[in-house]
């Protein structure tokens, strides 16, 4: 049998029940894809409530879909919950309620990934029927241990390039995580999806002559990354049994139809993964636009971990006003509809959607 690239289907929220609406034959099935040419999502994890940099993600991939010109543009926030031992109970709860009091409210109910594992599942099977995904038996001292052997030693916060021990075989150790094989090139993947009628997209190119993924972004410009010695080969399902979150994001990305994602620029770094897990499983690749960061008073970037404060959405046009102020839009005064207004008409002259 050969193996059909179906995109993975979401849950039909809202459908399906008697009351739901027929879908007349011929008519599109799924409001994903069919409502208009822009879908954005900005997708949170529930590690605690927002702050002042997480507003800063959200307020501007709103911004880029109420912008985008397209009549049916959805806005749409998947909750990302997959990591559940770092997952605080409520924060998804309290994360809608200060999106909701900044006056961004998603056009879809939202999702959570921690009721999505079937997806991921199929999705890693696709992977590892193809010959593209591996057992690895490493821990992380053991893959420590091994690129000191070869006289690497990872850069401070750097991740550690896994250096391909379990490629060929376990040894006898016991399996604790899949890993994709970022040796096979993207070009092969293509060639083993013959039916797959994968659109190349002009915003992510593979160069043949350095083994170099090179893609667009919207605000950062060229960029390029060899994932195979950056990275090397990237976990699929850690070692606890928990989807990896580079294939949960490409899974959901794709179900949901998503074609812009527009995210903090900590996670540019991680783009160049996802783009090769969407040629491994036949799947478009989304323009991408990495917004500036927020820094704390010693430089690191603010975030739950080290210390950031929750967003104070007493205020909201004054947590958005200071959110605007990242992105490079004028203060707005009067209210939180009105202020928005005014930043969705600046947008468009900022950050063009155009290489
Ligand atoms: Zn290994």
Redesign the pocket.
């Known amino acids: 049998m050969p193996h059909h690239p179906t995109p993975p289907v979401p849950p039909r929220i809202g459908s399906g029940g008697p009351d739901s609406p027929r879908i007349e034959p011929g008519a599109p099935a799924s409001t994903h894809r069919s409502a208009g040419r822009y879908v954005g999502r900005f997708a949170p994890s529930p590690t605690g409530p927002l702050h002042a940099g997480s507003l800063v993600a959200a307020l501007a991939s709103w911004l880029d879909a109420r912008a985008s010109g397209h009549s049916g543009n959805r806005w749409l926030v998947r909750i990302e919950d997959l990591d559940l031992p770092r997952c605080v109970p409520g924060a998804d709860h309290t994360i809608l309620g200060q999106l909701a009091a900044c006056g961004l409210v998603p056009d879809e109910p939202p999702v959570w990934q921690s009721t999505r594992t079937p997806l991921y599942e199929r999705a890693l099977q696709q992977l590892i029927d193809h010959g593209w995904a591996y057992?690895?038996?490493?821990s992380r001292k053991?893959?420590a241990a091994a690129l000191a052997a070869r006289g690497e030693t990872p850069a401070r916060h750097g991740e550690l390039a896994?250096p391909?021990?379990?490629r060929d075989g376990?040894h006898g150790?016991a399996a604790?995580?899949w890993?994709l094989r970022t040796d096979v090139i993207p070009p092969f993947f293509e060639q083993n999806w013959p039916s797959a009628p994968v659109k190349r997209s002009k915003f992510a190119t593979f160069s043949g002559s350095n083994d170099a993924l090179r893609w667009h972004d919207r605000r950062l410009g060229a960029q390029q990354q060899n994932v195979a010695l950056t990275v090397g080969d990237f976990v699929l399902q850690r070692a606890d049994g928990y989807f990896a979150y580079q294939l949960a994001v490409v899974v959901d990305d794709a179900a949901q139809g998503v074609t812009d994602v527009v995210r903090g620029e900590d996670l540019a770094d991680n783009t160049p993964r996802q783009i090769l897990l969407q040629r491994a499983l036949a799947l478009p690749t989304p323009r991408y636009l990495h917004t500036p960061l927020v820094r704390g008073a010693n430089g690191e970037k603010l975030s739950k971990q080290n210390g950031a404060q929750a967003l104070d959405t007493s205020d909201p046009l004054r947590a958005l006003n200071q959110a605007a102020a990242v992105l490079g839009l004028t203060p707005a005064t009067a209210t939180v509809p009105a202020a928005l207004a005014t930043w969705v008409a600046q947008w468009h002259a900022l950050y063009n959607r155009e290489p």
């Open positions: 057992r690895c038996g490493c053991a893959i896994y391909g021990t379990c376990l150790r604790r995580a890993r």
